[in-house]
């Protein structure tokens, strides 16, 4: 649903931005030809910037979601890890911390299947205290031990450390104040094309609605793309699926 309201806006957005330079270009006509050569100029380097902006935060859009992909593969491989080390260990111990290990393993994979946001805050709020769980059996089941220390909590160490780095990776976007320029910018952009169409009073529906349309798919795709969690481009929990898998 967000996807489509992001859509709709967008292009909304290019018909008013249109509309508007169409109306100022009609109210300001006149044989001017300084006037049109100088508009004609800032149209096209106006028009050559949103290229560049769209093209620049579209490839930010893009590394930060490998990022993302990339730290879930580090995390399940983590998990993995802890999980099978967690074998070195005694009873009770032992089963305490596969028990953690599991359930935030299926709590990642609930988080990353589309679940909504009351339920992920929900699924957050219990981090700390699997955390806790994981550390504390891994801290008494190693006491005085150095060698088994040296294996087993290595990598539930990594798995606590990951989280934040995770979640870091989760909450980075395109800066609001970019993204705002970026969407001015088009539009100033757009309005020009409608304005110089005003000035001959004469509107080119097919050329300005592909251009249009390009325009508000470019920038779909890159909002969308930098809120996985939102849109239609969303990154998957499969590391975390076979992790889990693996631990049954």
Same mark, same amino acid.
């Given at each position: 649903m967000a996807e489509l309201l992001v859509a709709a806006a967008l292009v909304a957005g290019v018909i008013a931005a249109?509309?508007?330079g169409f109306r100022l270009g009609l109210k300001s006509r006149s044989a001017d030809a300084t006037l049109d050569r100088q508009v004609a100029l800032v149209r096209n380097s106006t028009g050559a910037l949103v290229a560049f902006l769209i093209g620049f935060a579209f490839s930010g859009a893009g590394s930060r979601f490998i990022d993302r992909l990339d730290i879930m593969v580090t995390e399940a491989n983590a998990l993995g890890t802890a999980y099978l080390r967690a074998d070195t260990l005694a009873d009770p111990y032992r089963g305490d911390l596969k028990s953690a290990l599991?359930?935030?393993? !299926? $709590?990642r994979v609930t988080m990353l299947s589309g679940a909504g946001r009351q339920e992920i805050e929900t699924l957050l709020a219990k981090v700390g205290g699997l955390h806790q769980r994981m550390w504390q059996a891994a801290i008494k089941a190693t006491q005085d031990n150095a060698p088994l220390m040296a294996v087993v909590l290595p990598p539930v160490n990594e798995v606590i450390d990951l989280h934040a780095t995770h979640l870091a990776m989760a909450r980075r976007h395109l800066?609001?104040?970019i993204m705002g320029a970026l969407l001015g910018t088009t539009a100033i952009g757009v309005a020009l094309i409608g304005f110089g169409n005003g000035r001959v009073n004469r509107r080119f529906s097919l050329l300005d609605s592909v251009y249009g349309a390009v +325009? @508000?798919? @470019? +920038?779909? #795709?890159?909002?969308? +793309? $930098?809120?996985? !969690? #939102?849109g239609i481009i969303r990154v998957t929990g499969n590391s975390f699926v076979e992790a889990l898998a693996a631990m049954q």
């Open positions: 249109h509309e508007i599991k359930e935030y393993t !299926g $709590d800066p609001i104040p +325009l @508000a798919v @470019a +920038l779909w #795709m890159t909002i969308d +793309l $930098d809120y996985p !969690g #939102m």
